[in-house]
């Protein structure tokens, strides 16, 4: 029981620290700092993101001590120091309850009008608090390399923009335009991204507005609630920085100084949802444009053979 206890008193701390972290994360640096985290994270909850960043924000792939000896043949560097994030552990359960009937749904009765009683086995949601260890934390075998991320001026420029086209909810035109880089318009469906930019630009736009497409949209607005212009903005850009810090796309000029202005009168649920909604939103373009990408490569080292 103590034991319990002491897990419990753990997790309880570590929830208390997520919670200021949040809260003190949407200063300008700060909150680019968390987001290249999220670009390497972009699987994990926002509450490791946020433990992790907090612990040891230049981490990159991180696992247990086991995991790292076993599957990987590396072993943790003496005197290295673990980072703690929270991981589900649900237990079963075994439970009677009154069997239904497959079409009325109602209890079923047995000659003498009492409940037919059924054991049922059930899943009970846990967390503990585990410690897991970054790569640079240890050393052994390489690790096995994924197809080279996109960079400079974005290797596979034409199949990168096709995976994402594809990715966007609406259909994407580039169109000569003065005064702006791209737009969504939500009322004809459509995005629009001028041409003559660099590669790195149009991609970094054609991102902005695809966040925009998926985010805030009329549909979506309905269920989420009218957004400010500057939540907007602030959700938009937020994507569009984690996607492409994730391909290695360049993000030098990415400015988030009006981050700040617009968190500072929101609760501490409202920026979770913040978080959250960018996370999401960031790995189903990561998710789409990548697969795409990677099988693109993968074909052009065996036609090189």
């Known amino acids: 029981m103590a034991e319990k206890q002491s897990n419990k008193d753990r997790l309880k701390e570590i929830t208390d620290s997520i919670e200021k972290g949040i809260q003190e994360l949407f200063q300008s640096e700060k909150y680019r700092q968390y987001l290249r985290t999220m670009s390497r994270f972009h699987k994990y909850s926002v509450n490791n993101t946020m433990l992790i960043y907090m612990q040891k924000p230049d981490a990159t792939v991180v696992a247990g001590f086991n995991k790292w000896r076993d599957q990987f043949g590396r072993n943790v560097l003496k005197g290295e120091k673990g980072i ?22 109602l209890p079923m009765l047995d000659a003498d009008g009492k409940a037919i009683m059924e054991e049922k086995e059930i899943k009970i949601p846990m967390y503990k608090p585990v410690t897991v260890f970054d790569v640079s934390q240890t050393e052994g075998k390489p690790l096995p390399q994924l197809a080279a991320d996109l960079t400079g001026n974005v290797q596979n420029y034409e199949v990168f923009m096709e995976a994402v086209k594809r990715s966007a909810p609406v259909p ?94 929101k609760e501490l649920r409202e920026l979770h949802e913040a978080l959250n909604t960018i996370r999401k939103t960031a790995a189903e373009i990561i998710d789409a444009a990548a697969v795409p990408t990677r099988e693109h490569e993968r074909k052009q080292k065996i036609y090189s053979h």
């Not at 907007?232 to 850009?237: D, G, H, P, R, S």
């Open 172 to 265: 994407v035109f580039l169109e000569n335009m003065t005064g702006m880089d791209g737009y969504y318009d939500d009322e004809n469906q459509r995005i629009a991204v001028r041409t003559g930019m660099s590669e790195v630009q149009t991609v970094k736009t054609l991102m902005h507005e695809i966040a925009h497409a998926v985010l805030h949209n009329a549909e979506r607005l309905q269920e989420t609630g009218k957004k400010t212009r500057g939540q907007k903005e602030v959700e938009a850009e937020s994507v569009a920085y984690v996607v492409c810090r994730h391909f290695g796309i360049d993000v030098s000029d990415y400015s988030f100084g009006y981050v700040a202005g617009w968190s500072r009168s």
């Open 84 to 105: 703690k994030i929270i991981a589900p552990t649900p237990y079963k359960k075994k439970i009677e309850e009154a069997k239904l009937d497959p079409d009325t749904k």
